[in-house]
């Protein structure tokens, strides 16, 4: 069975430096993964995905991803925060031949001036 | 290109009450889903259509029914309302590449936030 784990609910950081949002995912096959981000009273949009190419995933707006395999793990990073930067992002799994994405429960950036 | 359309944004229901939450795509894309958020809990998936002409049942569907009527538009009803279904409701669609869905991100729908009392 798939999963998904963010490890922290709530990070906050100062402008300009770096951010590291954490995800730990349980799949049985080779996963697709994914961060969304979600402004307030927004809908959610793609950062950045993992389809089994390069493991170093470079997504918009600066954030990048690394999927370790021995880890189970994918997580997001940025080297400077911005203020626009403040909103929640979500890990997603997804299985090949499947049609199910599993979200984590989410973590809130807050980012402080 | 409007991508993912959702109608209405905003609702309010009394208990019992029933409405329909429409879901529009011009992506071509095979499969819609339909997910709530609530605090805390990231997205729960209701039902999804993988593609036209087929739905099934996701991780919440108790109290809700969908309907994929053409291949853009995929409607989520609530026939009863109840005070538990009080969320945010967000359409998704995704397309395919290969013999796999799972490798295409979806494309999410700006939400219908709906209140039952």
């Known amino acids: 069975a798939q999963s998904v784990t963010q490890l922290d609910s709530h990070v906050s950081v100062s402008e300009g430096t770096p951010v590291l949002l954490r995800c730990n995912y349980s799949s049985s096959y080779s996963p697709s993964l994914f961060w969304y981000v979600q402004h307030p009273n927004k809908g959610l949009q793609l950062l950045l995905k993992?389809?089994?190419?390069?493991?170093l995933v470079k997504g918009i707006n600066g954030f990048e991803a690394e999927f370790k395999k021995s880890e189970t793990s994918f997580h997001l990073t940025k080297p400077s925060a911005h203020m626009s930067d403040a909103a929640e992002y979500f890990c997603?799994?997804?299985?090949?031949?499947?049609?199910?994405?599993?979200f984590g429960t989410g973590t809130r950036l807050k980012v402080l001036a | 290109n409007a991508g993912v359309t959702q109608t209405p944004k905003f609702q309010v229901l009394k208990t019992g009450q029933s409405m329909t939450l429409q879901c529009a795509q011009d992506?071509?894309?095979?499969?819609m889903y339909w997910y709530r958020q609530d605090p805390g809990m990231g997205l729960r998936l209701i039902y999804y259509?993988?593609?036209?002409?087929?739905?099934d049942k996701g991780e919440v569907p108790n109290g809700y029914n969908v309907s994929r009527l053409n291949k853009r538009e995929f409607s989520l009803r609530l026939e009863s309302a109840a005070p538990s279904q009080t969320s945010v409701y967000f359409c998704?669609?995704?397309?395919?590449?290969?013999?796999?869905?799972?490798?295409?991100?979806?494309?999410f729908g700006p939400g219908t936030r709906l209140t039952v009392l």
């Open positions: 259509s993988a593609s036209e002409g087929t739905t």
């Open positions: 998704a669609s995704s397309g395919q590449t290969g013999k796999s869905f799972s490798y295409n991100e979806q494309f």
């Open positions: 997603v799994v997804s299985n090949s031949g499947t049609y199910k994405y599993i």
């Open positions: 992506m071509n894309h095979n499969s």
């Open positions: 993992y389809t089994s190419a390069a493991t």
